[in-house]
């Protein structure tokens, strides 16, 4: 894959200006930041209301703003303010000039005298900080360390009919047709069985204690978002927490909110690829379409690979 249709899909899954890092070291500039793993994971996870009987969920009067060093507070919000009355906060608190201040929520940038209802933040989300250090122009870098390029699939030619491959002891619907990015994702968190990497004695099957294959993109269909679909598609059923990541083991569900991008005058999709802990998820079956997944906590979805076609 080359350089600059990398840069590409990942600008348009970020919504951002991102270069490579060999421009970066050219341009030398402070306004550019580091796309790392944490980033990856953290900023980009699209999440929804979940329906839930229990109305204290949605009394917390707060949102949650978390930094790239990993640092968590709580800012007292009404949901009616705007972006700069939440960075005018955020300053107070903790001293970060509000022009060095870039705040992300589901993968957007959100700025401005937009208010927090008109992104669709609800009380108890979680804003995720990034910080300049000369209130210069924002930007993002590929650090090589970012990804594995022996990871990296091409499904293009790929044809699974009559196969069925499982991954966490759950059907992998994998993404023929398309090509994957894969993250680095290795040794980042406790142990690799997530991942399912070690003792994989056929293709086709699982791994002790591995988790499965989910999808989601991070754009549109008819303006809503596939959280907001998942919401919709999941009423008359009730969960114990109010607020959760969509995600569906569906690549062809996937590829109805796959953000779009054109690279030398083809069109592409892409969408993230993800594992998601078992031990909470709440699968949604929904007639004549498929499955709509639901995972509680950040932690619970880890991305390890773009994928586009």
């Excluded at 070291?25 to 979940?50: C, T």
């Excluded at 790239?68 to 001293?95: F, P």
């Excluded at 005298?113 to 609800?122: A, G, R, V, W, Y």
């Excluded at 086709?204 to 303006?223: D, F, M, R």
Aim: glycine fraction near 6%.
């Amino acid at each position: 894959m080359s350089n600059t249709l990398l840069t590409a899909a990942l600008s348009a899954i970020t919504n951002s200006n991102v270069i490579s890092y060999n421009d970066y070291v050219k341009k030398r500039n402070n306004g550019y930041i580091r796309l790392d793993h944490e980033y990856f994971h953290q900023s980009h996870l699209i999440r929804g209301k979940v329906p839930t009987d229990d109305m204290n969920i949605e009394l917390r009067s707060y949102v949650i703003i978390k930094s790239s060093s990993d640092k968590t507070i709580t800012v007292d919000v009404d949901l009616n303010e705007t972006i700069s009355q939440l960075k005018a906060k955020i300053q107070d608190k903790e001293g970060v000039p509000i022009d060095q201040q870039i705040l992300i929520f589901s993968g957007k940038v959100v700025e401005g005298e937009s208010t927090l209802l008109d992104h669709k933040i609800q009380y108890g989300c979680t804003l995720h900080l990034l910080t300049l250090s000369d209130g210069g122009t924002y930007g993002l870098f590929i650090h090589p360390d970012m990804l594995d390029q022996k990871y990296d699939y091409d499904f293009t030619d790929e044809n699974d009919e009559g196969i069925t491959f499982m991954r966490g002891n759950v059907e992998y619907k994998r993404p023929c047709g398309w090509n994957r990015i894969a993250l680095n994702v290795l040794n980042k968190y406790e142990d690799n069985n997530w991942l399912g990497v070690n003792n994989r004695r056929c293709l086709i099957n699982s791994v002790q204690n591995e988790w499965p294959v989910s999808y989601h993109g991070t754009a549109k269909l008819n303006c809503r978002s596939i959280a907001e679909d998942g919401y919709l598609l999941s009423k008359g059923k009730r969960f114990a927490f109010g607020y959760g990541i969509y995600s569906t083991p569906d690549i062809n569900i996937a590829y109805q909110y796959a953000t779009k991008f054109t690279y030398e005058g083809e069109n592409y999709r892409i969408v993230l690829q993800n594992r998601v802990n078992p031990n909470n998820l709440i699968k949604i079956p929904i007639k004549n379409i498929g499955e709509i997944w639901i995972s509680p906590n950040e932690e619970d979805v880890r991305p390890y690979g773009s994928i586009y076609q």
